[in-house]
């Protein structure tokens, strides 16, 4: 099935924030046949995101950043900051390979050389619209480390270096909390030695 299988009756704004929410009230056609009832569904427009996986290929070395999240906040996680892998919102007539350099400087310290397109996927259909493109992008992690982010946007982002061998263990260890990063590094594990290959 494709999209001329679904029959949008209405859209209704929820609210227009940092995100936009709307309701659906739609119907879509039935494996078996036929149409569903009207159906209501509240969606979260998140827009479009890059994000990227800093690899030195010289260090075997994995660039990562902490903060602060509010979805872990607002779920009552105790641990509301995360370690991930840099990413952010694509702006109006920025391509995501723009982002991603853009990104990885502001969050990193790390200028991007090579930069490998891995995939794109959504974060979470059933109930957001965020779709993401990932990257993989050749940095030097020589000179990591410190405190990064646009502070008038509040953000407070530490950057920091860690051995690839170690980032599987982290992995292995459930110590990242978002699919976006688990996704990425997976990649990497499968890619590595071809990146060490090609990009030294």
């Excluded at 990193?108 to 090579?114: A, E, L, N, Q």
Aim: net charge negative; glycine share 10%.
């Amino acid at each position: 099935m494709d999209r001329d299988d679904v029959e949008l009756l209405r859209e209704e704004p929820l609210h227009e924030g940092f995100f936009r929410m709307v309701r659906l009230h739609l119907r879509h056609k039935l494996f078996a046949g036929g149409w569903t009832e009207p159906l209501d569904r509240e969606v979260v427009l998140h827009g479009t995101v890059a994000a990227i996986i800093p690899y030195d290929p010289i260090r075997d070395s994995v660039v990562l950043i902490e903060q602060f999240r509010n979805g872990k906040f607002a779920a009552g996680d105790a641990q509301p900051w995360s370690v991930s892998i840099a990413a952010g919102m694509i702006e109006p007539g920025e391509s995501a390979a723009d982002m991603a350099r853009r990104e990885t400087l502001g969050e990193t310290g790390c200028t991007i050389g090579r930069l490998e397109k891995v995939l794109t996927f959504y974060s979470s259909p059933g109930g957001s619209s965020q779709h993401v493109t990932l990257y993989c992008g050749q940095v030097s992690a020589e000179a990591v480390g410190g405190l990064y982010g646009v502070a008038e946007e509040g953000e407070d982002i530490r950057a920091f270096e860690v051995s690839f061998t170690e980032v599987l263990h982290m992995v292995d260890g459930n110590l990242f909390d978002n699919a976006i990063s688990i996704v990425g590094l997976q990649w990497l594990d499968r890619n590595r030695e071809r990146l060490r290959r090609d990009w030294t």
